[in-house]
């Protein structure tokens, strides 16, 4: 859904920093990928990922992964945010806001005081063939945090009456602590939407 409580909410864009557990490191050339059974996803984290990847946890539940670049920070919630990192994660929940398309509930709050090229870049992000809707929020201390949403899962007529919604939203997220940053952070991001899967749960 900066990162350390929660992948705790940073800004308008809902990139949410877990409470996580430790999950063996991520070997820069391994290339191993990540699943989650439940959610019905799982993710590859491209090049030299500086500390481990952590699990996204919810009141102790897995809900997807995420990791460090430019920082050895390690997933307690306690540790300092990084003053030249990045992150990139995902994050898996179910749709109880009855959201009929993605990214509903940011549309029309992101905050794109970015280069106009950056902007176009990030307005373009989507996971691989699936439906989706991309934020950039810049904080006030220069984080940029990006978000791309999609729907998926069962279909779901009860939440909303009268509508048939997609059960679960994944949210996969960009958090760069330094805006000079976002451009090769970009690469990276880019190549784990494009090598996320996401298939109906267990």
């Given at each position: 859904m900066g990162i350390g409580d929660r992948m705790r909410r940073l800004g308008v864009c809902g990139l949410v920093l877990f409470v996580a557990s430790l999950l063996p490191a991520a070997s820069a050339h391994a290339q191993r990928r990540y699943i989650n059974d439940e959610f019905g996803l799982s993710v590859v984290f491209h090049g030299p990922v500086a500390g481990r990847v952590?699990?996204?946890l919810s009141?102790?539940?897995?809900?997807?992964?995420?990791?460090w670049y430019g920082s050895s920070r390690g997933c307690s919630r306690d540790d300092d945010l990084p003053q030249?990192?990045?992150a990139i994660g995902i994050y898996a929940s179910y749709n109880s806001l009855g959201a009929q398309k993605a990214g509903g509930a940011l549309d029309g709050r992101c905050n794109f005081s970015l280069p106009t090229?950056?902007?176009k870049?990030?307005?373009?992000?989507?996971?691989r063939g699936r439906p989706s809707?991309?934020?950039?929020?810049?904080q006030r201390d220069g984080t940029i945090a990006l978000s791309v949403v999609t729907l998926a899962g069962p279909w779901d007529d009860e939440t909303v009456p009268g509508h048939r919604i997609r059960s679960i939203e994944y949210e996969a997220s960009l958090v760069v602590t330094r805006p000079q940053d976002i451009a090769r952070r970009m690469a990276l991001f880019k190549a784990f939407l494009h090598?996320?899967?996401?298939?109906?749960?267990?």
């Open positions: 952590c699990e996204g009141g102790g539940h897995p809900h997807g992964f995420y990791a030249s990192a990045a090229h950056i902007v870049e990030i307005k373009a992000l989507s996971f809707f991309a934020c950039a929020s810049k090598d996320a899967r996401i298939r109906a749960p267990r």
